[in-house]
């Protein structure tokens, strides 16, 4: 079992930055990839970014503006969000993906962590 706690989201202006966070616990040892996902209202969940290894992706809507590291002695994947827009509102998903079928048949997900930008 593999646990995956977001914080740092919130209110904050256009323009403005943020820094989330996401804590794994448990068999931290079963997580390979991982990136955070984001559903604003009325949208589908979407990939923003990703990390595996040194490999990393971003979405084309956030590239320039956003950062996606991992600390693995810590069990935490972090997104430094700047120059944030209102479009950018969203509840933000950290994701984690398994080793193997035999630690999980299915991803690992958090909670969500809401951000909001104010025009």
């Known amino acids: 079992q593999v646990q995956l706690v977001e914080s740092g989201g919130g209110l904050v202006q256009a323009g403005g930055s943020l820094r989330l966070s996401c804590v794994a616990s448990?068999?931290?040892?079963?997580?390979?990839?991982m990136a955070w996902y984001r559903q604003g209202p009325g949208k589908e969940r979407a990939l923003i970014a990703s990390?595996?290894?040194?490999?990393?992706y971003y979405a084309e809507s956030v590239k320039g503006r956003f950062a996606i590291s991992r600390d693995n002695a810590a069990n935490t994947l972090y997104l430094q969000m700047n120059n944030l827009k209102p479009e950018d509102t969203a509840v933000y998903y950290c994701?984690?993906?398994?080793?193997?079928?035999?630690?999980?048949?299915?991803?690992?997900w958090g909670q969500g962590t809401q951000v909001t930008v104010s025009s």
């Open positions: 994701n984690g993906v398994p080793v193997d079928r035999d630690c999980s048949r299915g991803e690992y």
């Open positions: 448990g068999d931290t040892i079963c997580v390979d990839a």
């Open positions: 990390i595996s290894g040194e490999h990393r």
